[in-house]
C-alpha cells in the first residue's frame, strides 16, 4: 500500500502562485508515477499533470501547459504541482494519485493510490 497526503491548497487571487504537495509513504517504491487530478462542483475528475517516478519524464493537460509544473524530490518521496498565475476556472479539489503500472495517464483508472484531496479556490 501507498498513502498519500496532499498540502498547500487555499484560496489565491487569479495570476497570483501556489504550491501543492505530496508526500508518499509505504509501498513507495513500487510506484511508477505519480500525477494531479482535479474535481471542480459538478464535474468529472480530470487529469492535470503526471510525472514518472524513476525518470522524471512530465506529461501535462493542455489546460496546464505553460501555467503549472509538476516535479519530484525522490529523497522526500513527495511530488509539487506548482500553479503559475492560476485562473478561476482552475478551482477544484485537487488529488495526488499513484499508480504501479499506468498504460494512459489521463486515465483515473490507471491509477492505485488516491489522497484525500486539497481545495484550491481562485479569486478573480
Known amino acids: 500500500q501507498v498513502q498519500l497526503v496532499e498540502s498547500g491548497g487555499g484560496l489565491v487571487q487569479a495570476g497570483g502562485s501556489l504550491r501543492l504537495s505530496c508526500a508518499a509513504s509505504?509501498?513507495?517504491?513500487?510506484?511508477?508515477?505519480m500525477a494531479w487530478f482535479r474535481q471542480a462542483p459538478g464535474k468529472e475528475r480530470e487529469f492535470v499533470a503526471a510525472i514518472t517516478w524513476g525518470g522524471g519524464s512530465t506529461y501535462y493537460a493542455e489546460s496546464a501547459k505553460g501555467r503549472f509544473t509538476i516535479s519530484r524530490d525522490n529523497a522526500k518521496n513527495t511530488v509539487y504541482l506548482q500553479m503559475n498565475g492560476p485562473k478561476p476556472e482552475d478551482t477544484a479539489v485537487y488529488y495526488c494519485t499513484a499508480g504501479n503500472r499506468i498504460q494512459r495517464f489521463v486515465r483515473p483508472g490507471d491509477y492505485d493510490y488516491w489522497g484525500q484531496g486539497t481545495q484550491v479556490t481562485v479569486s478573480s
Open positions: 509505504g509501498r513507495t517504491f513500487s510506484v511508477y508515477a
